[in-house]
């Protein structure tokens, strides 16, 4: 985004953060609303005066980074260089690491956490990771792609029948949960994260009891899901120090004019880990620069209570295979994610044509597909992450006659069981409405968010599983399977080797004429073997080999980060390239919680008012007051209201509908219709028609 654009964004930023500012003080002569003959509803009207502790943009995550404010127009003219931006910004969580690891104080609290870790499991007790969205993924990533395929191969050796007589049950004392029950981690579940009920009612679900350790993660710090758990977790506990903690990515100061933030980092029952990180390489996309921070921080502590839990039965020799070096410390892993970051970063020249690639697949009305083994959760995570963030479909259900989503991903195995069963490694785990129905129907007040929790429960249900296939079946395969000009990408962690099944993947893809990529993270590059076996499947697979230069990580943790890491900026850079994203913001949003509705309503403020302030504007149509919090809310429900009864309006996002709306009004003086404002971006994507006013 140009500079004078950039300039009057700020500007709007620091006007509506003001101290004692009413965001619907009226600017001028607040014509705006008569002008598109728009009265504010009933629910904007609820949102504007009873849920401002969910007008959130003032957060440190919500801000703009400089590093990628010009994205989506750097990334058009030269992939390379867009994705050196993005992961320019990872460099912050390099800075917190090291911040973390040179503080005394801080430093403490994870040697801390990891204590109350080893404790715990020592006693018979669990330990219970919780998050909502992005940290949802976070905690069932922590559970299901570290700790237990790390026990699955520590059975494997000569050291388990003494762990297991001292540590019984091991493999199944960590539970990550996140909001909604697995069926989440397809699709938000809208209505779930705006309440502090249900994080308490999942605790409950989950069986967690007195004397289980909690960790409520959320990377913003006001989710009210993750907040719920905590204050439940310290009632459960007794108030006993030590035993709940809260895991976030905001500075205190500005969680602090917020009533529930507060009410956490106030309580002395509950122990805070504070890892700031600044803004995210994409406005509030927390997915990447937060959750890697948390996800990374808390890894390291897991495996540092691992370590101390197995130091005192096993050798140096026995530790070390599994992977544990006898010198390392918590501030030391912590300071080795810079080699990390910049292995990954240096990969931006080759991941450029990968992201190419599958760009051009979407953008040509193709699909792809990802095959993963060892890696499926990371996979998954970032594959279903894409679908809120940049306003794709989510995965399609079994039954879909159509097929909706751009992407799907299939793991080497051929029944939905036994895929589901690979990524989560346990049985999965759905919301019994015998027991969320009727606290939902009794204790929650606000009507709108008792319907859309009401709503919501119908599709958490353990029944969910059935509904989606993940396996490379005979089924998918007819249904989904490959065509000429899709897309097949195969990712692989550590020392996997292709399965038969994988190459058989392959060949059907390359059989079939889709192009197909294959991207290797691990300690030692693909081995021979791995290569001849690619061969057999495909002649002309293009690879990614990806070497991270630390040998010490028995929980594959390093690994999963780096691949997470690539795969945020990849699935970032192609949806910049297609027009999900202007400058570093995701006008795509959609808004279906109270929080994305105040983003989502800041993203038509601010994108407006820059234009209003720029000098092309104040040329062509003389100056104009700034529009209202307000009245960019107005505008956001009458779009809500309008797109949910007219499905010619379904393809346009309504952030993006309603900054065309207002500009088009205000340039005409007079309302233009949303099925003219969708004809205007199905002529051209907003960043070209914002970009009218950059000079």
């Known amino acids: 985004m140009p500079r004078s654009r950039v300039f009057a964004f700020a500007a709007c930023l620091v006007f509506t953060s003001m101290p004692g500012l009413s965001l619907d003080t009226p600017a001028g002569d607040g014509d705006l609303l008569r002008l598109l003959a728009i ?168 069986g967690i009891q007195r004397g289980d350790v909690v960790f409520a993660v959320t990377e913003g710090g006001e989710t009210s899901a993750v907040i719920g758990t905590a204050k439940a977790g310290a009632e459960l506990n007794g108030g006993r120090a030590g035993m709940t903690w809260f895991v976030y990515n905001n500075p205190d100061a500005v969680l602090l004019p917020f009533t529930r933030s507060r009410e956490v980092i106030d309580d002395p029952r509950i122990t805070k880990i504070n890892l700031a990180t600044g803004p995210q390489a994409i406005t509030g996309s927390t997915r990447m620069q937060a959750t890697t921070t948390s996800l990374y921080a808390l890894g390291v502590v897991m495996e540092d209570a691992i370590h101390h839990l197995l130091a005192p039965m096993l050798t140096t020799a026995e530790l070390h295979s599994l992977g544990f070096d006898a010198h390392s410390t918590i501030a030391s892993r912590l300071r080795q994610f810079a080699t990390l970051q910049k292995t990954v970063a240096a990969t931006a020249p080759r991941l450029a044509t990968w992201t190419d690639r599958e760009s051009s697949t979407y953008a040509s009305g193709h699909h792809a597909t990802y095959l993963a083994g060892r890696a499926l959760m990371p996979v998954f995570v970032d594959v279903t992450e894409r679908a809120p963030t940049f306003r794709l479909a989510p995965l399609d259900r079994v039954d879909a006659k159509d097929r ?208 209003l302030a720029s000098d092309a504007w104040r040329r062509k149509h003389g100056a104009r007051p700034a529009i209202t919090y307000a009245e960019a809310n107005a505008v956001l429900f009458d779009v809500i209201d309008h797109r949910a009864s007219d499905s010619t309006l379904a393809s346009s996002p309504e952030v993006e509908l309603a900054i065309v709306r207002v500009l088009e009004s205000l340039r005409l003086q007079h309302a233009i219709s949303l099925d003219d404002a969708a004809a205007l971006l199905h002529a051209r994507k907003l960043d070209a028609y914002l970009g009218d006013y950059d000079h």
Request: proline share 5%; aromatic share 6%; net charge positive.
């Open 39 to 206: 009265t504010p509803s009933a629910q904007s009207q609820d949102y504007l005066h009873n849920k401002q502790q969910f007008q959130l943009h003032t957060l440190l995550t919500e801000q703009r980074h400089p590093e990628t404010m010009d994205l989506s127009r750097r990334i058009a003219g030269d992939t390379a260089a867009g994705l050196r931006a993005l992961f320019a910004v990872d460099r912050d969580v390099t800075r917190t690491m090291e911040a973390v690891a040179s503080d005394p104080v801080r430093l403490r609290q994870l040697e801390a956490a990891s204590n109350a870790m080893q404790d715990a499991i020592r006693n018979g007790h669990r330990v219970y990771f919780y998050g909502t969205g992005s940290t949802g993924r976070l905690a069932e990533t922590l559970e299901s792609s570290l700790w237990r395929p790390f026990w699955e191969r520590v059975a494997k050796t000569p050291s388990w029948p003494r762990i297991e007589r001292r540590l019984p049950g091991i493999g199944e004392r960590v539970r990550g949960e996140i909001t909604g029950g697995d069926r989440a981690l397809i699709a938000s579940l809208e209505g779930f994260e705006d309440l502090q009920l249900i994080g308490r009612l999942q605790l409950q679900d989950n």
């Open 404 to 611: 909706r989503s751009w992407i799907q991903v299939w793991a080497p195995t051929d029944t939905p069981a036994s895929a589901w069963k690979l990524l989560l490694h346990r049985r999965f785990h759905g919301l019994d409405p015998a027991l969320y129905a009727k606290p939902f129907e009794t204790q929650i007040d606000d009507q709108w968010l008792r319907a859309a929790a009401a709503r919501s429960l119908a599709n958490a249900g353990t029944e969910q599983q059935v509904r989606y296939d993940l396996s490379f079946s005979r089924r998918n395969l007819q249904s989904s399977g490959p065509v000429a000009g899709d897309h097949g990408a195969m990712i692989l962690l550590g020392s996997e080797t292709p399965s038969p099944v994988a190459t058989s993947w392959l060949r059907a893809f390359d059989d079939r004429g889709a192009s197909l990529s294959v991207i290797h993270v691990g300690t030692a590059p693909l081995s021979k073997r791995s290569l001849a076996t690619l061969r057999a499947g495909s002649t002309k697979p293009w690879l990614l080999d990806v070497v991270v230069p630390l040998r010490n990580d028995p929980l594959e943790l390093d690994q999963v980060i780096a691949l997470k890491m690539l795969l945020n900026t990849h699935s970032t850079g192609i949806m910049a390239k297609l027009g999900r994203v202007v400058g570093n913001t995701m006008t795509a949003v959609q808004p279906g919680n109270l929080k994305l509705i105040g983003r989502a309503t800041f993203l038509i403020q601010s994108h407006v008012n820059a234009v």
